[in-house]
């Protein structure tokens, strides 16, 4: 559905990508997704020196980030001598689908947008949601905090948590995933959220 006529950097499906597409999810990956939004300030938070070395830190060396209509992040300043060894590093705005990417996440940084959350929580993946505070829009925060309170995902206020010291390595402490979350509970969070009787 991101086929919507605008440039896709990265071409899908290359044999390129499918001949190295097996040594990839041998790798602990980090998807960064802000849809068919922009969200710049939470792109130039992944994008940092000190991001990149805090989720090498936590086990990751493959980082996929999709920045949508916002500006391309500034990799090759991250990408130097200092960080290339310790994390792999890939960005494009748009593909066809996201879902394979998305599946291939150990965890899944994402903007507040309804869509891309159910799309996260229904592939079962630890979800951080960061809120883009500059949007007029009230319902973002009350899905994603919702949803957090009911132990489905972590929610972030702003980008500039994601490079605090522990919030990443303490952002899944209580949280719910794969088998053990329930999907009555997410229902009933939706529900009172939008006013449906149960």
């Not at 916002?70 to 994390?87: I, M, Q, R, S, Y």
């Not at 990417?101 to 960061?130: F, P, Q, T, W, Y």
């Amino acid at each position: 559905f991101f086929n919507n006529g605008l440039k896709v950097d990265a071409i899908y499906g290359s044999k390129k990508q499918q001949k190295n597409m097996e040594m990839k999810n041998t790798k602990k990956t980090m998807f960064v997704t802000v849809g068919t939004t922009s969200f710049d300030c939470l792109i130039s938070s992944v994008s940092t020196h000190a991001f990149i070395e805090t989720i090498s830190a936590l086990g990751y060396s493959r980082l996929v980030i999709q920045y949508g209509r916002g500006a391309k992040p500034t990799l090759d300043n991250v990408v130097d001598t200092t960080t290339k060894n310790l994390v792999e590093v890939e960005s494009y705005r748009f593909k066809p689908s996201l879902q394979p990417d998305m599946e291939a996440a150990s965890i899944i940084i994402s903007h507040a947008g309804a869509g891309s959350i159910m799309e996260c929580l229904n592939l079962r993946k630890r979800c951080v949601v960061v809120i883009n505070d500059s949007l007029m829009d009230n319902h973002q925060w009350e899905l994603a905090s919702a949803l957090e309170s009911r132990g489905f995902l972590k929610c972030l206020a702003k980008p500039d948590l994601l490079i605090s010291s522990g919030v990443l390595a303490q952002a899944f402490e209580g949280v719910s995933f794969g088998k053990d979350r329930d999907k009555m509970g997410l229902v009933s969070t939706l529900d009172d959220m939008f006013g449906f009787a149960h």
